[in-house]
């Protein structure tokens, strides 16, 4: 092994005890109660009810996964059923709460597991799973787990939050106006305000409604990034050192999701609506791929 390699191989190593250490916290903190975060915006649930999946089996499955990552046991397996259970977290906390802020924590972890995915196990030579052959080409099947993932994860929240403002609280007015008008009326043009703010949750509810589908998939994510630019230019107008970091470190991991959806579909983005409604062939025997370029 190569001076190149040896540093490529104890790169991904170290990713994975990153990750297998943040796994096996997740379970510890799911015993000191943190697991569901609290807040105001849940008119469908209480405050206190117990998670949709009980306590101790998510404590398994966290501590499980963290043992087959710190391992290198089967990975692409072990990380598709973390990224999974990252997703069964999501919808849990969304369902709780549209607006708790996963980028501490959930965006972190996947993204570790999804690097390591694309990574494949031929590039970590330090794993019980590893392979003496040379690395290959990510396949196909793998890039399209990879853009499931993505898509379900900040389309999830998008949708969330969107379907929140529309339908669960006191209206888009009153939204665009305590959240747009009133902070940003002495920096911004008003009107401009009026009609972002209005159009605040429309976008989130059609974007994340088309990324969980997995329909105009890059078309859906460059709205979707062209809306955080929005966001993040608010945060800054707030103070680029001063805003609250919470809320622009969401919208900035939020951005990075939607700069990923326009490019991975084109790499591989096989379950979605995109891949049977867009389907064509590409070659002249009649081979179909993927339309991942929608």
């Not at 391992?71 to 598709?80: E, V």
């Not at 369902?95 to 996963?102: C, D, K, Q, Y």
């Not at 390591?116 to 040379?134: F, K, N, T, V």
């Not at 622009?248 to 379950?271: C, H, Q, V």
């Amino acid at each position: 092994m190569d001076s190149s390699a040896r540093f490529t191989a104890l790169a991904w190593l170290l990713v994975r005890i990153a990750l297998a250490m943040m796994l096996v916290g997740a379970a510890i903190a799911v015993f000191q109660g943190s697991f569901a975060p609290k807040g105001t915006a849940k008119p469908w649930i209480g405050p206190d009810s117990p998670p949709f999946i009980p306590v101790a089996a998510y404590a398994v499955v966290l501590i499980g996964a963290g043992l087959i990552v710190a391992a290198g046991w089967q990975l692409p397996l072990g990380l598709i059923a973390t990224c999974a259970l990252f997703i069964v977290v999501t919808v849990e906390r969304l369902v709780r709460n549209p607006f708790t802020n996963l980028t501490a924590d959930i965006a972190i972890m996947m993204g570790f597991a999804l690097a390591l995915l694309a990574a494949g196990p031929e590039r970590d030579r330090w794993a019980l799973g590893a392979r003496g052959d040379a690395p290959t080409a990510v396949s196909r099947d793998r890039w399209s787990w990879i853009s499931l993932f993505v898509r379900l994860f900040i389309g999830g929240i998008f949708f969330a939050q969107g379907f929140r403002n529309l339908f669960l609280g006191k209206g888009v007015m009153v939204f665009a106006e305590r959240l747009y008008v009133t902070p940003f009326r002495d920096t911004m043009p008003e009107p401009l305000l009026w009609i972002m703010g209005v159009s605040n949750p429309f976008v989130q509810f059609g974007v994340g409604l088309l990324l969980i589908a997995g329909l105009f998939t890059r078309s859906a994510a460059t709205v979707g990034a062209l809306f955080l630019l929005s966001i993040i230019f608010g945060h800054l107008m707030e103070g680029a050192l001063t805003a609250p970091s919470r809320m622009r470190d969401a919208g900035t991991a939020n951005f990075i999701a939607m700069i990923s959806l326009m490019l991975l579909p084109s790499l591989g983005n096989r379950w979605s609506l995109d891949a049977l409604v867009f389907r064509r062939s590409t070659a002249p025997q009649g081979a179909v791929r993927d339309a991942g370029d929608r």
